[in-house]
C-alpha cells in the first residue's frame, strides 16, 4: 500500500461513467421487471459498492466519503449510468467513482439477465476528477 501520510488532506472529487447496450425488447420491459426496480437497485447497488472498494480492490485505501451519488438514465439503446464520490483525504476517489458506475451496470445486467444474455455493459470510464498533488482531470469528448 502507497504511504500516503505525507500527503495533505485536500477535498477531492472523482465522476465515472459505464453504458449498458440492451435490445429495445429489453427496455420496453424494464417497467414489468420481476425482480423489481432495475434502476433502483442498481442505484443502491452502485452506492453501497463504492463505499466497499477498499475491500475488492487490493491495495487500495479505506476513505471517509462525504458524498456518493449513482444516476441512470435510459436512452435509446441502454441505460447510461453516471456515479460521483466524494472526501477530503490524502488520496483520491477515483476507484470509488469507478467502482459504483461498474456494479450499477452489473446490477443492471443481473436484474435483466432473464430476458437477454446478449446485454453489454460498455464504455466505463474516469470522466474527471479534482483535488490532489497529480491536479485536475476532465476526458476529452
Known sequence: ????????????????????????????????????????????????????????IPLCHPLPLSHVDVSLRQCENGIAISSSAKTTGETGVEMEALVAASVAALTIYDMCKALDKAIEIREIVLEKKTGGKSGDFVRKK
Open 1 to 56: 500500500m502507497v504511504d500516503v501520510s505525507a500527503k495533505a488532506a485536500t477535498t477531492r472529487q472523482a465522476e465515472a461513467s459505464a453504458f449498458v447496450a440492451m435490445a429495445p425488447g429489453v427496455l420496453e420491459a424494464l417497467a414489468e421487471n420481476p425482480k423489481g426496480d432495475p434502476f433502483e437497485t442498481a442505484r443502491l447497488a452502485g452506492i453501497m459498492a463504492a463505499k466497499k472498494t477498499s475491500e475488492l
